[in-house]
C-alpha cells in the first residue's frame, strides 16, 4: 500500500505539524521567557536554520466570532486568550470562543462599541480595550463586565492605538488625543498637554514603550520621543525619516531599540541615542509593516501585509516565513495585523481572516520540508527513505524523484544546507547504507548500486528490487524477494545465499544481527534466525512456543540493545523482545497501547548512544527505557510536526541525533534534549449556571447559593494550555459522589440537577499522562462550593412534625392501605404485562430501522460490522467469503435518468442479490451503489467464483428501475477468510483491493484478493 501512504503522506502534515500555545503582551520588554532549549550539536546548528516553523490555527474566517476582522490578541492573567475584532471581542479558552458585543450577554456586560483597535494585559493581569471611537475600558473578570477609568477626560472618546505599563504601575495610553497616563486604585486618567512643557507635539500618539531602565518612548507620526525616569520632559530621536508612521517599538537584550515604520523599514537606535537604517525586503520591495515583537533568543518577528520577516537582532540575519500552499502547517496567510508572544513564548499572528499560533523555538525535534524542494518552483518531495551518512549529510529517496542528500554547512557563510542528487540515483530508493571509506548503498525498486567515494561512476550490482540493506563489518546484507550478500572491500558482486530460501517468507522486511553471531530476517510472514555458521535457520511465528509474545507476522524493524536482547517492531502488533536463554532464544516481553504505545504498527526501531531505544509509529515517535519499559511519547509541546512515518525510514547521524521520514516530511529529533517539562497550566471555569440563570464564575473560596427553587448547576472549565498536548479532566461533587467522573476536552462541562438541600463541592482534576501511559492529577484543581437552599418543607421543624402524623396514619391505615394494595397490585401486574408487550414491539421497530437500510431493506453498515465481527471470529472452524459489489457507471444512471430512478434500480438490485443468495448468506449495502455479501462456510476461490458466475447469470436479464428497464454490470472485489484473529479492516482492505483491480480489468468481472499473510 506505498502508493496509499505517499497520498496520504502531505494531508497528514496539517493533523499535528503545530504546536500550541499560551500568551504575552506586544511591542513592549517582555519578561525572558522560558529559555530556549537547543540542540546540543553546536550553537550554529544548520539544520535548525532551514527546519520550517508549523501554524496551528484556531480560528478561520467563518469559525471567528461576529465575522469580524481580526485586529488585535492578548491574554490575561487568568490565562485566557482575546481576540480583538472591528465586530467586538472574544475570549478563546483553547476549545472555543465566547463572544462580547455592544448586547449584554449571559452573565457578561456589553461593550460601547463593536470595534475594538488595541488589547492590552497589564503586568497585574488586568485586560485593558483600546476601542475606535471610545476611548479606553478596563474588564472586571468578577462581573464580566467592562468599565471606563474613574474620571470623565477626552481619553472617553479618543481612537486608542497603543498602551503600555511601567514598573510603577502606571498605564501609557497612546491614542488620537495624544498621550495619557492611567494610575491610582481607581485608574485616574491625566492627559499629557503637549507643549515645549512635555516636549510632545500635537498629535496621534501610535506606539508607546517603558523599557527596562523606565525611561519611557512615545511614536507620534515618524517622530521618536523618550522621556527619562524621574523626569518630565520628552527628547526627539533623530530616526531621519520622512515618510510612513512607526508602528511599533521593541527593546531588545542589549538595550537597543528596534524602531518598526509602516512603509519605511526599521530604525535601530542605540543605547547611546544614535540611529541606522534597517531595511527589509519582501518580493523585491518594502512590506507594510503592521506589527513587531520580541520572539525572544534575540529574534524579532516583524509582521506585515507580506507575512513575516524575523530579524536575528545580534547576528542581522533575515528570514521570511510566508504562507505556502505546498506546505500545510505554513504560514496561514501573508496579510497580517499584529503579531503577539504569550507567556509561554508561543507567538500568535493575527490575520485577516485566521488567528493562528507557532513555537518559534521548537523544542526537540525539528520538521525538514522546505529543503526537501529540488527547485522553488515545485512543491516538496515526499521523503519515504532516509539515512544518514558519516560525514553528517541527511540522504533520501522518494517514489518519484532521484534519491538526494542534504549537507550540512558548518560555517557561517553560504547556505546552511545543501541539497543535492546523489550522482547517478534512481527512482524509487528505499534503503542506504554507508561504507567507512565514503561509499555509499543505494537499494530500491530499480535496483542495488554503490557509490564509490571517489566519485567514480556508480556500479549497478543488481536489476532486481531491493529495500533494505544492513551492513555488517564487511558484509553487506540485502534484503528484497530473498537474502544476498555483497563483499564491502570489492563492491561488484551480489550473491544470493542459499539458506535465503529457507525463510519463512521472501519478502524480507527488516535484518539485524545479535552478538551471538546470528543474523535476524524480519519477513512478511514470519521472523527468523540465521546460523551464519550452518545456515540453519530458525523461524518464530506470532503465539508460539518459543515467541508467545509476538503478536503479528509483519517485522517491519529489528534491533539489538545494549543488554544484547532482540526488538522485533510489527505491523499492527506493537513490539517483541527476545531474550537469549543458553542456545535458545525465546520472546520475554511485549510493548503496546496498554504500555504507552500511540500506535501498534511500528516504523522504525532505533537505539542511541546510551540506553534509550526509539521508535516511530504510525500515531508518532516515542522513547523507550529497555530497563524500566517507561514508555514516553513526543507530543505537540516538543515540537513535534507530524504523526505517521515511513516503515522502516530512519536512521541516527554521527552527532546522535534521530532522523525519521514522516508523512509530510524529516522529522530530526534530538535525544540529548530532556522532555520540556509540562507547565500547570491554569484550569478554569468558562461558564457557570445555576438554576438557568447564567452567573460569573466565583472568586475563589467564594460559595455559589443556589435557591432552593432551582437545584441544578452546570459547570463548564478548561485547562488553558495552548501547547497541543491531549486534554482530559476528572470531576467529583462531594459528598454526593465517591467516584470521579472523565471527560475529554471536547465534553469539559460538569452537569448535576435535583440537587439536595446543604453545601457540597465540585473539585475539578486536569489529567496529564505519566511514565506507561496512564493519567495523573496535574497542577492546582478548580473547586466550586455549593450551597443549595431547602424549601420550607425541608425544615427540620416540618419534618419531625411530618414523622409523628405518619406514624399515627400508618397505624389507622394499615388496613385500608392492605387492600388497595392488593386490587393496585392486580392493576399493575396487567399494566406491566400490557406495557412490557409495547416495550418488546418498539425494541424491535428501533432494531430494525439501526441495522437496516432504509431504502433497500439490506443490513447497513452497522449490521454488517457486527456480521463480519462474529464471523472473523470463528472464520478457522468456519470459513467465509466476503464480496464487495459495485455498479459499474451508476452515476451516469443518476446523472441521466435521475435519483428516483437511481433509487428504483438499488432496490431492485438489492432484490436480485437476495433471490440468488442462500438463505444462510447475508447482504449489505454498505453506501451508494456499494453491496456486500458475506458468503458462510465457503473455503476455496472455485466456491468463491460458483457464487460470483450465478450472481452475473441473474443480472443477465435487464432489472426494471421505474419506468425503465437497464442492464446492470457489476464488479466485484472478494476476499477468502479462513483465519482468526483478522481484523476488520484488513479483511475489507482486501477485497476492496480485489474490487479496484476488477475495474481495472475492464469492469463487470470479479476478483479474489490474494491469501492473506498468516
Known amino acids: 500500500m506505498r502508493w496509499l501512504r505517499y497520498g496520504l503522506g502531505w494531508m497528514l502534515i496539517a493533523a499535528a505539524s503545530v504546536l500550541g500555545a499560551a500568551a504575552i503582551n506586544p511591542d513592549r520588554p517582555h519578561p525572558p521567557a522560558p529559555a530556549a532549549s537547543v540542540f546540543t550539536v553546536a550553537a550554529h546548528d544548520p539544520w535548525r536554520s532551514v ?20 485586529r488585535a490578541v492578548a491574554q490575561d492573567g487568568q490565562g485566557f486568550i482575546w481576540l480583538a475584532t472591528d465586530g467586538g471581542l472574544a475570549r478563546w479558552d483553547g476549545v472555543g470562543f465566547k463572544s462580547y458585543t455592544t448586547e449584554p450577554g449571559p452573565a457578561t456586560g456589553a461593550l460601547p462599541e463593536l470595534m475594538v483597535s488595541t488589547l492590552f494585559a497589564d503586568r497585574g493581569g488586568r485586560l485593558w480595550l483600546g476601542m475606535n471611537a471610545e476611548g479606553l475600558l478596563w474588564h472586571d473578570p468578577a462581573t464580566e463586565t467592562f468599565r471606563r477609568p474613574a474620571n470623565r477626560t477626552a481619553l472617553d472618546h479618543a481612537h486608542v492605538q497603543a498602551i503600555d505599563d511601567d514598573d510603577a504601575g502606571n498605564l501609557w495610553v497612546g491614542s488620537d488625543r495624544g498621550l495619557a497616563v492611567v494610575g491610582g486604585p481607581d485608574y485616574h486618567v491625566t492627559m499629557v498637554a503637549p507643549g515645549s512643557a512635555s516636549g510632545l507635539p500635537a498629535g496621534t500618539v501610535r506606539a508607546v514603550m517603558a523599557d527596562r531602565h523606565g525611561a519611557l518612548w512615545v511614536a507620534s507620526g515618524v517622530r521618536l520621543f523618550r522621556r527619562e525616569r524621574g523626569s518630565r520632559r520628552f527628547t526627539e530621536i533623530a530616526l531621519g525619516l520622512t515618510t510612513g508612521t512607526i508602528e511599533s517599538l521593541v527593546e531588545d537584550r542589549q538595550g537597543r531599540l528596534w524602531v518598526a515604520t509602516d512603509t519605511s523599514g526599521l530604525v535601530v537606535v542605540d543605547p547611546a541615542g544614535g540611529s541606522r537604517r534597517f531595511g527589509i525586503e519582501q518580493n523585491g520591495r518594502a512590506p507594510v509593516v503592521t506589527s513587531m515583537i520580541d520572539a525572544g533568543d534575540d529574534q524579532l518577528w516583524v509582521g506585515s501585509r507580506d507575512g513575516i520577516v524575523e530579524v536575528d537582532a545580534s547576528t542581522r540575519d533575515v528570514r521570511h516565513l510566508t504562507h505556502d500552499p505546498a506546505i500545510p502547517g505554513s504560514l496561514p496567510e501573508n496579510g497580517l495585523n499584529q503579531l503577539f508572544r504569550d507567556r509561554s513564548g508561543m507567538i500568535w499572528v493575527v490575520g485577516d481572516a485566521t488567528l493562528s499560533y507557532v513555537d518559534p523555538v521548537p523544542h526537540r525535534v525539528l520538521g525538514l520540508v522546505s529543503i526537501l524542494r529540488p527547485r522553488a518552483d515545485v512543491a516538496p518531495e515526499a521523503a519515504w527513505s532516509v539515512g544518514a551518512a558519516p560525514d553528517g549529510s541527511i540522504w533520501y529517496g522518494s517514489a518519484d524523484a532521484p534519491a538526494r542528500r542534504l549537507t550540512p554547512n558548518r560555517n557561517a557563510h553560504g547556505a546552511p544546507v545543501r541539497q543535492s542528487t546523489v550522482p547517478g540515483a534512481r527512482r524509487g530508493v528505499t534503503a542506504f547504507a554507508f561504507t567507512p571509506g565514503g561509499g555509499a548503498f543505494t537499494a530500491g525498486e530499480d535496483g542495488l548500486f554503490f557509490t564509490p567515494a571517489n566519485s567514480r561512476p556508480p556500479i549497478t550490482l543488481s536489476s532486481a528490487r531491493w529495500s533494505r540493506l544492513l551492513l555488517d563489518g564487511t558484509t553487506l546484507y540485502v534484503g528484497g524477494d530473498g537474502v544476498g550478500a555483497v563483499d564491502v572491500r570489492h563492491p561488484t558482486t551480489l550473491t544470493h545465499v542459499a539458506w535465503s530460501k529457507m525463510l519463512s517468507d521472501p519478502r524480507v522486511r527488516s535484518m539485524a544481527t545479535t552478538p551471538d553471531g546470528a543474523l535476524w530476517v524480519g519477513t512478511a510472514r514470519g521472523l527468523n534466525r540465521v546460523d551464519l555458521a550452518s545456515g540453519k535457520v530458525t523461524a518464530f511465528q506470532p503465539h508460539s512456543a518459543a515467541a508467545p509474545e509476538l503478536q503479528a507476522n509483519y517485522i517491519s524493524t529489528l534491533l539489538v540493545d545494549h543488554h544484547g536482547r532482540l526488538w522485533a517492531g510489527t505491523l499492527g502488533g506493537g513490539i517483541t523482545i527476545f531474550q537469549r536463554d543458553g542456545t535458545t532464544w525465546r520472546s520475554v516481553r511485549h510493548l503496546g497501547r496498554s504500555d504507552g504505545l500511540p500506535h501498534d504498527t511500528i516504523d522504525k526501531l532505533l537505539r542511541v548512544p546510551g540506553a534509550a531505544i526509539w521508535a516511530s509509529t504510525d ?34 547521524l554521527p552527532d546522535g541525533r534521530l532522523v525519521f521520514a514522516s508523512f509530510g516530511g524529516l522529522a530530526l529529533v534530538d535525544p540529548a534534549v530532556p522532555a520540556r517539562p509540562t507547565v500547570a497550566a491554569p484550569l478554569r471555569f468558562t461558564a457557570i449556571d445555576a438554576g438557568g440563570h447564567a452567573v460569573p464564575p466565583p472568586q475563589p473560596g467564594a460559595v455559589l447559593t443556589i435557591a432552593s427553587a432551582e437545584r441544578s448547576v452546570t459547570a463548564e472549565f478548561a485547562l488553558l494550555d495552548y501547547a497541543g498536548r491531549d486534554q482530559t479532566f476528572a470531576y467529583r461533587l462531594s459528598p454526593l459522589e465517591q467516584g470521579w467522573t472523565r471527560v475529554d476536552a471536547q465534553h469539559r462541562v460538569a452537569r448535576y440537577t435535583n440537587l439536595p438541600p446543604g453545601t457540597s463541592t465540585l473539585v475539578v482534576w486536569a489529567l496529564a499522562p505519566s511514565a506507561g501511559g496512564r493519567l495523573r492529577p496535574v497542577g492546582t484543581p478548580l473547586v466550586l462550593k455549593l450551597d443549595v437552599q431547602r424549601k420550607w418543607f425541608e425544615t427540620t421543624v416540618f419534618r419531625v412534625f411530618t414523622v409523628l402524623a405518619l406514624i399515627a396514619a400508618v397505624v389507622a391505615l394499615f388496613q385500608l392501605r392492605m387492600r388497595a394494595a392488593r386490587s393496585r397490585q ?26 437496516t437500510d432504509t431504502l433497500t431493506g439490506l443490513g447497513n453498515r452497522r449490521r454488517y460490522g457486527e456480521v463480519v465481527g462474529r464471523q472473523l471470529a470463528q472464520a478457522r472452524r468456519q470459513p467465509f467469503a466476503l464480496l464487495l459489489i459495485d455498479l459499474d457507471r451508476f452515476k451516469q444512471v443518476n446523472d441521466e435518468l435521475g435519483h428516483d430512478t437511481g433509487d428504483a434500480l438499488l432496490v431492485a438490485v438489492a432484490d436480485r442479490l437476495s433471490d440468488a443468495m442462500r438463505q444462510r448468506d447475508t447482504i449489505f449495502r454498505l453506501g451508494g451503489d456499494e453491496f456486500a455479501i458475506v458468503v458462510a462456510d465457503v473455503a476455496d476461490a472455485h466456491a468463491v467464483g460458483e457464487v460470483c458466475r450465478r450472481l452475473y447469470a441473474t443480472f443477465a436479464k435487464p432489472v426494471s428501475a421505474g419506468a425503465h428497464r437497464l442492464r446492470v454490470a457489476l464488479s466485484i472485489g472478494a476476499v477468502i477468510v479462513d483465519r482468526d484473529e483478522q481484523a476488520m479492516e484488513v479483511v475489507y482492505r482486501r477485497a476492496d483491493q480485489a474490487l479496484y483491480e476488477a475495474k481495472n480489468a475492464g469492469r463487470g468481472t470479479w476478483r479474489i484478493a490474494s491469501p492473506a499473510v498468516p
Open 619 to 652: 500515531g508518532g515517535i516515542v522513547r523507550i527505557d529497555p530497563d524500566t519499559w517507561a514508555v514516553t511519547p513526543l507530543r505537540a509541546a516538543d515540537g513535534v510536526p507530524f504523526v505517521a512515518n515511513w516503515t522502516g525510514a530512519g536512521d541516527v
Open 826 to 851: 392486580r392493576r399493575l401486574e396487567h399494566l406491566v404485562a400490557q406495557r412490557t408487550a409495547e416495550l418488546l414491539v418498539s425494541q424491535t421497530e428501533l432494531e430494525k430501522l439501526a441495522y
Open 51 to 70: 527546519a520550517d516553523l508549523f501554524f496551528k490555527v484556531a480560528a478561520r474566517d467563518a469559525a471567528i466570532p461576529d465575522a469580524g476582522l481580526p
